[in-house]
């Protein structure tokens, strides 16, 4: 008698966002993984100061999300159902992936090691192209701001997007016809 299994992870899979609750990213990354899923928790190290000590924190990137790798075609139960997921992000009610390109790009900044903290969502600016160092071949948004150059990379799905310091002679700018543009 053959015995069919579920494979959380088939062929047609991509990343989609989960909206989860406040605080409970990490326990939805940890649920998802325990259930086969491959789950994306991006954080970021915050120092904390106490009236008696200073303590480091680490924190979600994109607070009140998780990203998860499966095939929305394939039964959603199972991450639905899953403690602290409200819902798949999606357009229109159905479930929506996030670009590969975006998600590749916060995984590389995160793998990078270089400090990375939240930001407000940029649409318009200078795009550009790291060409050299941990973060090669990542594009975003090149700004100033302090006399301290960053590299805006953006999750347009969820209208957030994440500063990472950089040199600016890693930075190639990219031509107008070059630039990608977020799909709606």
Known sequence: MAVTVHDPQPSGARWYALHVRNRQERL????LRGKGYTGFLPTWRSRRR????VTELDLPLFPGYVFCHFDARDRRVPIVTTPGVIRIVGIGGAPHPVEDTEIEAVRRV????ISAEPWPYVEAGRPVRIEYGPLAGVEGVFVELKSRQRLIVSVSLLRRSINVDIDSAFVKLERAGNSRKPQP
Not at 28 to 31: I, L, R
Not at 110 to 113: F, P, T, W, Y
């Open 50 to 53: 106490w009236s008696d000590r």
């Open 28 to 31: 939805v990354a940890d649920s």
């Open 110 to 113: 995160v793998a990078s090691g």
